[in-house]
């Protein structure tokens, strides 16, 4: 068999391909890096969320948090993440009367100088669950930034950590309150334990971290002004009211999952590495494109040149066939396939019918109705709320998510930050997530155990 050699011209454009490829990854992870450098400077990715609820007869309650925002660093922003306790009954209460009640969510930049926005909740997860809320802003704006996430898989026990917020302990002591980026306090500490709260749904970071009432919905950083975590929580003594020093941040993994959902946009830091960044990045970025192209046309060209017989294969070409390593019609094979992980995934019961009892999604797929012919988890014909067939449930162990799908019930099918499924629309869900059929009265969780 006859060994074809590459020629020289084939080789030199070999060689400006991986230039070019070399370039433009330095140059996108110079552009990518995260605009803050130490928590310090993370302070200009935060604002102060100030949520109001009120009624037809006057009346309201308003509370307050810190917000911070996501996207791509040097782009402006739209959106803030918070708690979902800083928002809930601004948001929640307008939903179950809104003839009754009104409620605004304001985001500031500057209260001394008035200036905020009002925004939208595009997502929402209640204290008891995720306790997390995205809000929208009504435009993009430059007078934040956007923070850059750290994975929480590379955080360690005694890892250094800074919490970022207004503490109203601080606030109120100080003799005008401006709420604008100078006057953010920043406390520090390590990282405890990574725990999952009885008080919720969501994986933790307990710390030492000094945190009070209006922080809530800050960012927890590391030592680069990488976000880890979401500050949510302090234990406080009964008795005297004083910090015990165990506080909690929701681990940011929590957030990027529902961002993915969700389709948010946000930036990783991944190890921190770069050589470049600012406007060197894109010149490198440029220069790694135009080899890149420069090196793909000649080494073609080359090629075609020397070709002597025209290659007549069609359909797949050179690629893997279909149902190769590469999986069926040419998809990835993901690393988390069925089996490669011991725990269960689950569906549980919250309330209703069904609380406390679990039912293993392992063995294939879960319809929930009245209809016992069609279902497996089987309501009482007279049961209110609940449609013949309701809706089914299922769990992809490829992607690591479940898969609720309404099927076009009359009641209807809502995640449990409120939102209405549309019929016959599968929707991911991932494990901690809850939904409800009609009401909050027949509640589920999704797990592995």
């Not at 007869?57 to 948090?65: I, K, T």
């Not at 929402?124 to 009504?138: C, G, M, R, T, V």
């Not at 007078?143 to 503490?167: E, F, V």
Request: aromatic share 10%; with cysteine.
């Amino acid at each position: 068999m006859k060994t074809k050699q590459l020629s020289s011209k084939q080789l030199i454009a070999l060689v400006l391909i991986l230039i070019g490829a070399v370039s433009s990854i330095f140059g996108i992870t110079g552009l990518t890096k995260s605009s803050s450098e130490d928590p310090y400077e993370s302070r200009n990715g935060i604002v102060m969320v100030y949520a109001t609820v009120y009624d037809n007869e006057g009346n309201s309650e308003a509370g307050m948090g810190t917000g911070w925002a996501i996207g791509t660093p040097g782009q402006p922003i739209q959106y803030i993440v918070t708690n979902g306790h800083v928002v809930n009954k601004a948001y929640t209460y307008p939903r179950y009367d809104s003839s009754l009640y009104g409620g605004e969510i304001d985001v500031f930049f500057s209260a001394a100088e008035n200036d905020y926005v009002k925004a939208k909740v595009v997502y929402f997860s209640p204290q008891e669950e995720k306790d997390i809320a995205i809000l929208q802003l009504p435009s993009p704006t430059d007078k934040r930034t956007a923070l850059t996430l750290r994975d929480s898989g590379d955080i360690k026990i005694g890892d250094t950590a800074y919490a970022l917020g207004y503490p109203g302990n601080s606030s109120q002591r100080q003799d005008f309150v401006t709420y604008d980026i100078d006057d953010i306090t920043i406390t520090r500490g390590i990282i405890s334990k990574r725990t999952t709260t009885s008080f919720s749904t969501y994986e933790a970071f307990q710390m030492d971290v000094s945190i009070a009432p209006g922080n809530s919905g800050g960012p927890l950083v590391d030592e680069k002004g990488n976000v880890i975590g979401i500050n949510v929580a302090g234990a406080i003594d009964p008795n005297t009211g004083l910090s015990l020093g165990m506080n909690y941040a929701i681990i940011i993994n929590e957030l990027t999952k529902i961002l993915d959902v969700e389709r948010i946009p946000y930036t990783f830091s991944g190890s921190g590495f770069s050589l470049f960044h600012g406007p060197g990045s894109a010149v490198l970025l440029l220069l790694g494109i135009l080899l890149i192209a420069a090196g793909t046309f000649f080494f073609w060209k080359e090629r075609k040149a020397a070709a002597s017989v025209t290659n007549s294969r069609s359909g797949l070409g050179d690629g893997l066939a279909n149902g190769s390593a590469s999986g069926l019609n040419g998809n990835p094979v993901h690393s988390g396939a069925a089996g490669s992980s011991s725990a269960h995934a689950i569906l549980r019961g919250m309330t209703g019918n069904y609380a406390g009892q679990s039912f293993d999604l392992l063995k294939g797929k879960v319809t929930i109705g009245r209809d016992p012919a069609f279902c497996n988890i089987v309501y009482e014909k007279s049961t209110p709320g609940i449609s013949s067939r309701h809706c089914q449930l299922s769990y992809n162990p490829g992607e690591g998510c479940f898969v609720l799908t309404d099927l076009g019930s009359s009641y209807e099918t809502f995640l449990g930050n409120g939102k209405k499924l549309a019929p016959n629309v599968p929707e991911k869900l991932y494990a901690g997530d809850t939904f409800f059929l009609c009401d909050p009265s027949n509640r589920f969780l999704v797990a592995k155990e």
